[in-house]
T-cell receptor
């Protein structure tokens, strides 16, 4: 059974600081996703990582994938208040496209 | 806006009742996925349909069922509702005809409250 673990589950940081969210998964997969969710809202796709060593960047967020270590990271650079949200990683199972989600990281960026 | 629509937005009902949640995928998408988000269980996959046929099943209770119709919209039926079924139910779609799709696009969700 595929398991996905994120840490930390909660992150409070000051504006301007850098931090990394970690996503570990238990079995081989070639597709890893990062989503953002604002309170009470839907899931917004941030990144799709499809191969070992993949790195994608959008604004202050950068995601990477190491399939050998079964680890993905979401790095936040110079955080701003607008980045406050819950971030989920999700892994596609080998049997199909269904996603297994991590527990989410609730990020609060304080001015 | 992902292009996936879900109705209703909110649903309040009583224990023991039955409800139907509706999802319209993005135009041209053949796959529909249903996910449940609750405080206890987090986000979990329930079921997937592809072009009208069930493709994969996750942690879906026997009291729940789904189908995908010829026009590709999908319905999730929840019966004999319990307090613990209160959650946000998301629909996602992917697999646009003619293009390989690895990304799932999520609808706005239906918030179900069982009293």
């Amino acid at each position: 059974e595929l398991k996905v673990e994120q840490n930390p589950l909660f992150l409070s940081m000051q504006e301007g600081k850098n931090y990394t969210i970690y996503c570990n998964y238990s079995t081989t997969s070639d597709r890893l996703y990062w989503y953002r969710q604002d309170p009470g809202k839907s899931l917004e796709s941030l990144f799709v990582l499809l191969s070992n060593g993949a790195v994608k960047q959008e604004g202050r967020l950068m995601a990477s994938l190491d399939t050998k270590a079964r680890l993905s990271t979401l790095h936040i650079t110079a955080a701003v208040h607008d980045l406050s949200a819950t971030y989920f990683c999700a892994v596609a199972g080998n049997a199909g496209n269904m996603l297994t989600f991590g527990g989410g990281t609730r990020l609060m960026v304080k001015p | 806006d992902s292009g996936v629509t879900q109705t209703p937005k909110h649903l309040i009902t009583a224990t023991g009742q039955r409800v139907t949640l509706r999802c319209s995928p993005r135009s041209g998408d053949l796959s529909v996925y249903w996910y449940q988000q609750s405080l206890d269980q987090g986000l979990q996959f329930l079921i997937q349909y592809y072009n009208g046929e069930e493709r994969a099943k996750g942690n879906i209770l026997e009291r729940f069922s789904a189908q995908q119709f010829p026009d590709l919209h999908s319905e999730l039926n929840l019966s004999s509702l319990e307090l613990g079924d209160s959650a946000l139910y998301f629909c996602a779609s992917s697999n646009r005809v003619g293009t390989p799709s690895v990304e799932q696009f999520f609808g706005p969700g239906t918030r179900l409250t069982v009293l």
